[in-house]
């Protein structure tokens, strides 16, 4: 089987979502940590609660997934006795070691790995009762990351008035392999998608758990950043995660299209052929034996094979693409909140193509690839200014027409969307060429701004900073309290409406309309087309990286 092209793919394993709020800048406080002992339904935990903020971290919300449980959805783990200690974290889901990624911006030390890693961690505010609930999935492809990352700290929107929740999630192979063998197995006969099962287990788990820490499991906002975002859309439109949540943020989405399980569509060779090659490819004669391999054999050898992550459409968990689910209002009905950052592709140049060497070669194979659309493609990334127009399609074709159909789409479900433009930058990231790089959010978001990555570019320590950060978790946790993000001494942040409205973070929050425009139904009509034609697939084939795009069909552009 011919495996779809990785070159650009590869660069993504690096990279990676009662209480009142109180609305008040996120400071540290000094003071002396305390044992703090809950006793919920799973079980009793101990924790630390320290200046105010109670953690629990590393408490398993699914059963060890190892030997026979491989490849298999989540099973609820038994109840366990006496007091569980939950002042470390659990160990990170395998992964593969990727040459080269301790020197990426995004490295972190994952310290151990286990399959036995279905955990999450919860930060709470002392005495909180009823409180809001925000659930953190990390990004890093599918791949790659953890719930420890330090940048990922619940404390700070803990002080909101905020319960905090971070997941593990099963990743790689190990996470998302679809095989007939498997489908066989499967009461409904679908395969893939275990990483997602999991999401949605933690998702059970905290509405049967969450109130003994405090926090309100009929107020549940999911969240995430890049794949974690990824994984908040196709839990929107999972039939069996409709009603776990209440909210849905999602940072750096990207509506990419899927493999099915069983059929090639839309450019895709099938989830199951895609698992058969794997199988080939790790010299195993049977399930079994790829059962027994050891688990970082397995995730390392898959990957040097070039096995693709996808989520698989199945018919079951994941009904139908995702802009198709969009597109008939199946979504669930939900508030969101969805923005991108205006230098996504400069930390992720690995998905650019290599560059024309003239601006007559881009323009040329621009007209070749995009037609009769080729003259508004051309104005908007024009061939005078290859580089930046190389990284601002891309962009716009990932990240800002996701992050924009989020907000139209659930408009037209009558339901609030807030979007958003991450438009800061700040020196040490600004001299590196990475203005408001992929993921360069999520420090604001969660107060983390001293506590990034080792290789991230370092935030200055400075007013100007905190305070934008305090205004950005303070937006966060307000929508996830009611549904309207506000920040002390802010701007509103207006619904995207009639008016298109967004807002943008730069050195302050600032308000404005019609964020996309033409951009979003030049790459509106991309995809219908693609779609229509149903054997293209929509990522980042984009500019000079696109394929011919098939004649303009009924219903679109």
């Avoid at 109840?79 to 939950?86: L, Y």
């Avoid at 034996?289 to 688990?295: H, I, Q, S, T, Y």
């Avoid at 942040?493 to 308000?511: C, H, I, L, S």
């Amino acid at each position: 089987m011919a495996v779809p092209n990785i070159r650009h793919f590869v660069s993504l394993l690096l990279a990676f979502g009662g209480a009142a709020l109180v609305l008040q800048p996120a400071m540290a406080l000094a003071g002396p940590a305390a044992e703090t002992v809950v006793e919920a339904p799973a079980g009793t935990v101990e924790g630390v609660t320290e200046n105010g903020i109670a953690s629990f971290k590393g408490i398993p919300y699914a059963a060890p997934p190892t030997g026979d449980l491989r490849w298999q959805p989540p099973v609820e783990p038994a109840r366990w006795d006496g007091v569980r200690d939950a002042s470390e974290f659990g160990p990170a889901c395998y992964q593969p070691t990727v040459p080269g990624a301790a020197n990426s911006i995004y490295h972190e030390e994952l310290g151990p790995m286990s399959e036995d890693c279905l955990s999450l961690n919860i930060w709470a505010p002392e005495h909180a009762s009823n409180a809001p609930v925000l659930v953190w999935i990390h990004g890093g492809a599918l791949v790659s990351g953890a719930s420890s990352f330090d940048m990922y700290d619940g404390s700070r929107l803990a002080r909101q008035g905020v319960v905090v929740v971070s997941i593990n999630y099963r990743l790689g192979a190990l996470g998302f392999l679809a095989h007939p063998g498997l489908s066989a197995e499967s009461p409904q006969g679908i395969s893939g998608n275990y990483g997602l099962m999991d999401q949605i287990a933690a998702l059970r788990w905290i509405e049967s758990n969450i109130s003994a820490f405090g926090g309100n499991p009929q107020n549940v906002t999911i969240a995430g950043e890049s794949a974690g975002a990824l994984s908040v859309m196709w839990l929107m439109t999972a039939p069996p995660a409709r009603g776990l949540f209440d909210k849905a943020i999602m940072q750096s989405a990207y509506m990419i299209s899927s493999p099915a399980l069983k059929e090639a569509e839309h450019g895709h060779v099938s989830a199951e052929a895609m698992g058969t090659w794997l199988q080939e490819q790790l010299d195993a004669p049977d399930l079994a034996a790829m059962r027994e391999m050891a688990p970082g054999e397995l995730v390392n050898r898959a990957a040097r094979a070039g096995y693709l992550i996808w989520s698989t459409v199945d018919g079951k968990l994941i009904p139908n693409q995702i802009a198709e689910t969009f597109d008939r209002g199946e979504q669930a009905p939900v508030p969101v909140l969805a923005g991108f950052n205006s230098g996504e592709i400069r930390s992720l140049r690995r998905l650019l193509p290599p560059a024309p060497a003239t601006s007559s070669g881009y323009e040329a194979k621009i007209r070749e690839a995009y037609g009769d659309l080729a003259e508004v493609f051309l104005a908007l990334y024009p061939a005078d200014t290859i580089d930046e127009s190389m990284l601002a399609a891309t962009r716009d074709a990932l990240y800002g027409w996701t992050a924009e159909r989020l907000a139209r789409k659930q408009t037209l479900l009558g339901q609030d969307g807030f979007l958003y433009l991450f438009d800061h930058g700040y020196p040490e990231a600004d001299k590196a060429g990475l203005h408001a790089f992929h993921a360069s959010e999520i420090p604001y978001v969660f107060g983390t701004i001293h506590e990034t990555a080792p290789n991230w570019p370092k935030i200055p320590r400075n007013a100007q900073e905190r305070a934008l950060s305090d205004a950005m978790l303070q937006y966060w946790a307000t929508f996830a309290r009611d549904g309207q993000p506000r920040a002390h001494g802010q701007p509103d942040w207006p619904a995207y409406g009639a008016q298109a409205a967004f807002m943008v973070f730069d050195e302050t929050p600032q308000t404005g309309t019609r964020l996309m425009g033409t951009r979003y139904a030049l790459n509106e009509a991309v995809v219908c087309r693609r779609r229509a034609a149903g054997d293209q697939p929509w990522h980042w084939d984009v500019g000079i990286a696109s394929p011919p795009l098939p004649p303009r069909a009924e219903g679109c552009q």
